[in-house]
């Protein structure tokens, strides 16, 4: 069999691995313009890692209590990454904040997931809080990374309605189905050179925009 040509991509995730997942199972479509090589975690029982080797993706624990800095860390996962010819990262429910030297040696080429629709609610408990600011409409986003936590030009956005009576479980469950959808298609969309970066605004080449509005409360 010939190998899948594509954009060789690094996943880094932490925990569970849902979208790494759909993740697996997007670049497993014949026509999808990428393939995951390396799949890194820093804990060492993540079921991620799990779901990769059901794969045959090949993984790597970097355990970042053994560095003594984030810079020697971060340096551990660079060479891992180049060892297996990596040309593109994806962030994938990663829990540690990566260096500036990291960030810029794979800026434009290193994305991000985060369940909301960002600037807004950066960081930890998004669900809660967005659930607290009462806002109606939340979602989920996929973006290049910068320096700055949960900071870059913006690929794709899912709006994603908050319900009466959702708790924070049940909200991210919903915004979670989001973003599965948009994870493959941001890294679709990279792969097939269709999203640049310019002026620190994500272009779009042959984009299909969607000029669907979502209403919540829907209008009587
Ligand atoms: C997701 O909600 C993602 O947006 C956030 O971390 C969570 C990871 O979940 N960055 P999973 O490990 O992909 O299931």
Known sequence: MMAKAGLKVGVLISGRGTNLQALID????????AKIVLVVSNVADAHGLKRATAAGIPTAFIDHKTYRTREHFDAAIDSALRASGVEFVCLAGFMRILS?????RWRNRLINIHPSLLPAFKGLDTHQRAIDAGVTITGCTV???????????????????V????????????????????????????????????GEKTVLKNGAASAESLVNPAPD
């Open 163 to 198: 319900l009466p009576g959702d708790d924070a479980d049940r909200l991210a469950a919903r915004i979670l189905e989001s973003e599965h959808v948009i994870y493959p298609l941001a890294l679709r969309l990279v792969a097939e050179g269709r999203a640049r970066v310019e």
């Open 26 to 33: 997007a670049c497993a479509k014949p026509d999808f313009p």
């Open 143 to 161: 973006h290049f990374v910068r320096p700055a936590m949960d900071d870059g030009p913006i690929i794709v956005q899912a709006a994603v309605p």
């Open 100 to 104: 500036g030297q990291f960030v810029e």
